[in-house]
């Protein structure tokens, strides 16, 4: 399974970004795949999911901000993220396996990682 991450860029608050996670070397939609998020000093936290069938998975910190998506074709997970706020900066990490959707959001049910893309939000 290889994940890798692009789209991380600074922007002002409010500001708009896209996330990519191109994927290989597994059945793309046959995992539950998610975003997480690590800020300097603190742990490791599920932004948003999606399990293997379809269904979402979004933390409060960042519904009705942000989206995440995915392009069966070009086996690609995508996170929209809209409305960025300074606490939105940390390193974005694309993860995959089989997890169920009540576990989508908890990083240690993922063994499968990416190594990540830095977004940082700030004026």
């Known amino acids: 399974v290889q994940l890798v991450e692009s789209g991380g860029a600074q922007v002002q608050p409010g500001g708009s970004l896209r996330l990519s996670c191109a994927t290989s070397?597994?059945?793309?939609?046959?995992?539950?795949m998610g975003w997480f998020r690590q800020a300097p000093g603190k742990y490791r936290e599920g932004v948003a999911a999606i399990d293997a069938d379809g269904t979402p998975s979004v933390s409060d910190s960042v519904k009705g901000r942000f989206t995440i998506s995915q392009d069966n074709a070009k086996k690609t997970l995508y996170l929209q993220m809209n409305s960025l706020k300074p606490e939105d900066t940390g390193m974005y990490y694309c993860?995959?396996?089989?997890?169920?959707?009540?576990?989508?959001?908890?990083?240690?049910?993922?063994?499968?990682w990416g190594r990540g893309t830095q977004v940082t939000v700030s004026s």
């Open positions: 993860a995959a396996d089989r997890v169920e959707w009540w576990q989508l959001l908890v990083p240690s049910k993922f063994g499968h």
């Open positions: 070397g597994f059945l793309f939609g046959s995992y539950s």
